[in-house]
């Protein structure tokens, strides 16, 4: 699935605008507005229309958005890991391997925090602040990890990877 030689274009937009409310959502939620006021339940719904049209778009989206162009994959993340080792850059047409599995993990862990809060909200849940914040600040462990990744690629060469993210566009 890896191939070395396709060119690359900027994320379309609404995977960037997908990905930038979900990032500010969660900062926001999770560093700053308490969970018990109203603020907290507009940003948390924000971010579960970001999380639904991203999880919608993976499957009727452009094809480098598609979940079918970034399979889960231990074996690729694997091979992935012995590249960088190597010290081989391949470029891969969607999320890199390793980036793969961060997304998917973050979108799991999002869906968890979305999902309690409903419940939560519905009265359906019971007790499940725990659970919900537990899940959030997994999310926000994982973040810098997934920034320290990203600036990882960047590092190793590929340097249109945090602008193909911003402006969709690649550096002439
Ligand atoms: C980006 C998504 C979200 C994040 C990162 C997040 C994070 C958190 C965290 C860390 C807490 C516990 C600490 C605190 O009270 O501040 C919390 C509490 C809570 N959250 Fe969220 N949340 C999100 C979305 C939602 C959604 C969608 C709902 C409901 C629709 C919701 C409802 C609640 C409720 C009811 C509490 C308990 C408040 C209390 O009784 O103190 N959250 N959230
Ligand atoms: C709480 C904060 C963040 C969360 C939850 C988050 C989550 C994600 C997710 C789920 C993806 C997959 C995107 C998709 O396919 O729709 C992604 C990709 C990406 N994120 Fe973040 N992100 C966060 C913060 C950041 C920050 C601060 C940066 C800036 C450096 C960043 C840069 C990127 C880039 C460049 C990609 C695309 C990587 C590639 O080309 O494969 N993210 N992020």
């Given at each position: 699935?890896?191939?070395?030689?396709?060119?690359?274009?900027?994320?379309?937009?609404?995977?960037?605008?997908?990905?930038?409310?979900?990032?500010?959502?969660?900062?926001?939620?999770?560093?700053?507005?308490?969970?018990?006021?109203?603020?907290?339940?507009?940003?948390?719904?924000?971010?579960?229309?970001?999380?639904?049209?991203?999880?919608?778009?993976?499957?009727?989206?452009?094809?480098?958005?598609?979940?079918?162009?970034?399979?889960?994959?231990?074996?690729?993340?694997?091979?992935?890991?012995?590249?960088?080792?190597?010290?081989?850059?391949?470029?891969?047409?969607?999320?890199?391997?390793?980036?793969?599995?961060m997304a998917y993990t973050l979108w799991a862990l999002l869906a968890l925090v979305v999902g309690t809060g409903l419940m939560m909200e519905t009265g359906a849940g019971g007790d499940l602040e725990d659970l919900h914040s537990a899940a959030a600040y997994l999310v926000l462990l994982l973040a810098p990890i997934h920034?320290?990744?990203?600036?990882?690629?960047?590092?190793?060469?590929?340097?249109?990877?945090?602008?193909?993210?911003?402006?969709?566009?690649?550096?002439?």
């Amino acid at each position: 699935m890896s191939d070395t030689s396709v060119p690359r274009a900027g994320w379309d937009p609404l995977v960037r605008l997908t990905h930038w409310g979900t990032a500010s959502a969660v900062l926001l939620n999770g560093v700053l507005v308490e969970g018990d006021g109203q603020a907290h339940l507009w940003i948390g719904y924000a971010a579960l229309t970001f999380l639904g049209l991203r999880l919608i778009w993976g499957l009727v989206g452009p094809r480098e958005a598609r979940f079918s162009a970034f399979r889960p994959s231990l074996a690729r993340a694997r091979d992935h890991l012995g590249d960088i080792w190597l010290g081989r850059r391949v470029t891969h047409r969607s999320h890199n391997p390793l980036g793969a599995l961060m997304a998917y993990t973050l979108w799991a862990l999002l869906a968890l925090v979305v999902g309690t809060g409903l419940m939560m909200e519905t009265g359906a849940g019971g007790d499940l602040e725990d659970l919900h914040s537990a899940a959030a600040y997994l999310v926000l462990l994982l973040a810098p990890i997934h920034v320290a990744g990203v600036l990882f690629e960047k590092l190793r060469g590929d340097g249109d990877v945090i602008r193909r993210m911003i402006t969709g566009e690649k550096r002439e």
